[in-house]
């Protein structure tokens, strides 16, 4: 069993013990944008250089920003009316060591506020304070003059519970998982101003599974995913710059594993069975003006009930010097999607 974010109410019942294979998904929360540029765009952009592209989105684009070095801080409280103190921390950066390749790092901090447990006589069983930490170093590399490949190792602790049960003893999760990204941009030489498409490719959160229990059993696989994106930017006037992009990805998770013991190769393999299921989509937009005040739209289709749920967006962001303000909301309906009515906000710092 994996709650992940799933973490939604304040009371949960006790666990018990299957053997058998599980199409489970632990630590949903790696697949989450962890910036308000993306976020603003309903999570698209993983193809959109852009001058207020993150690091994190996809580092691959890294090695294309005129920054040498570029640090991010991004704080998102949600669903305040169940739990106060409920919040998720990104901070990030990267650092240019040529111009053809970078560094970059990262910590994830999700705390998930106070959760009571009690047994299925209703009696108290104690509260705690579920959180995830996920920490990651990249490496970026360019290869001539539109084409960037990056590599990424996360670290992922996951500490769900806080005691054990009656029945079986629950412990925290440890894993570690590889992200690989690449993208290309393509000049479009024959329009009257300079414009270009962008193609991305992206495979994250490839890893072993992960366990909350003693027992080989109960293991739950992490959200490895495969996303594709397309993106189209172009100077309107002088002043302007405009970007579209659009995103498909689809979970690597299997619906229905073989065995307990299914190897990471294998399951990836099985998760394209169906073949079209899993999927989701997200088309965003932003509008530049004059490098200081940019507007951001879009929106994100995930309809299946592994996923995070869909979403509209909208963002804004500042730029004055080094400094970059970003914010995003996120709207749609509570019942598919604990992201919806969410506030996303940004600070960054880069240095040319």
């Given at each position: 069993?994996a709650l992940?974010?799933?973490?939604a ?8 013990v299957?053997?058998?294979?599980s199409?489970?998904?632990a ?12 976020s603003?765009?309903?999570?698209a ?7 207020s592209?993150?690091?994190d ?16 801080l991004?704080?998102?409280p ?16 990267a ?11 990262s910590?994830?901090?999700?705390t998930?506020?106070?959760?009571e447990?009690i ?5 108290d069983?104690?509260?705690?304070k579920p959180s995830?930490?996920i920490?990651?170093l990249?490496?970026s590399k360019k290869?001539?003059v539109?084409?960037?490949?990056a590599m ?14 009656s ?7 440890t894993?570690?998982?590889a ?5 290309q941009?393509?000049p479009l ?20 599974k992960?366990?909350?229990f003693?027992s ?5 696989y992490?959200?490895?995913n495969?996303?594709i994106?397309t993106?189209?930017?172009w100077l ?6 405009i ?7 689809k979970?690597?998770?299997p ?8 190897g990471i190769a294998?399951s ?9 299921g ?9 509008c530049?003006y004059?490098?200081t005040?940019s507007?951001?739209?879009g929106y ?6 592994r996923s ?7 963002g ?5 010097k ?9 709207m749609?309906n509570q019942?598919?999607s604990?992201?919806s ?5 940004s ?6």
């Amino acid at each position: 069993m994996a709650l992940g974010l799933q973490i939604a109410v304040a009371k949960c019942q006790s666990v018990g013990v299957e053997r058998q294979a599980s199409n489970k998904v632990a630590v949903p929360f790696l697949l989450l944008n962890t910036d308000a540029v993306s976020s603003g765009m309903g999570g698209a952009g993983a193809a959109l250089t852009m001058r207020s592209s993150s690091p994190d989105l996809n580092p691959a684009k890294v090695s294309f920003l005129d920054q040498r070095f570029i640090v991010n801080l991004t704080y998102t409280p949600w669903l305040r009316k169940l739990v106060a103190d409920r919040k998720l921390l990104y901070f990030g950066g990267a650092y240019k060591l040529t111009d053809k390749i970078a560094l970059t790092a990262s910590l994830n901090y999700l705390t998930y506020g106070q959760v009571e447990f009690i047994d299925n006589y209703q009696n108290d069983l104690g509260s705690i304070k579920p959180s995830e930490y996920i920490g990651s170093l990249g490496v970026s590399k360019k290869f001539g003059v539109n084409l960037s490949i990056a590599m990424r190792v996360k670290l992922i602790q996951s500490n769900l519970y806080g005691s054990g049960s009656s029945t079986v003893m629950i412990q925290s999760g440890t894993a570690y998982c590889a992200d690989v990204f690449a993208i290309q941009r393509i000049p479009l030489e024959r329009w009257t101003k300079p414009a270009q498409i962008g193609l991305s490719l992206e495979l994250s959160n490839i890893g072993p599974k992960i366990s909350y229990f003693n027992s080989p059993d109960q293991k739950s696989y992490l959200p490895a995913n495969l996303k594709i994106g397309t993106s189209l930017k172009w100077l309107a006037d002088d002043q302007t710059e405009i970007g579209i992009a659009l995103d498909a990805n689809k979970l690597l998770v299997p619906r229905n594993p073989a065995s307990l013991d299914q190897g990471i190769a294998e399951s990836i393999l099985s998760s394209f069975n169906p073949l079209f299921g899993d999927l989701g989509a997200s088309i965003g937009a932003e509008c530049d003006y004059k490098k200081t005040v940019s507007f951001r739209v879009g929106y994100n289709l995930q309809e299946n009930e592994r996923s995070l749920g869909s979403f509209f967006s909208v963002g804004m962001g500042l730029n004055h010097k080094n400094i970059a303000l970003n914010v995003a909301y996120l709207m749609g309906n509570q019942q598919k999607s604990f992201l919806s009515n969410t506030m996303r906000l940004s600070l960054g710092y880069s240095i040319n």
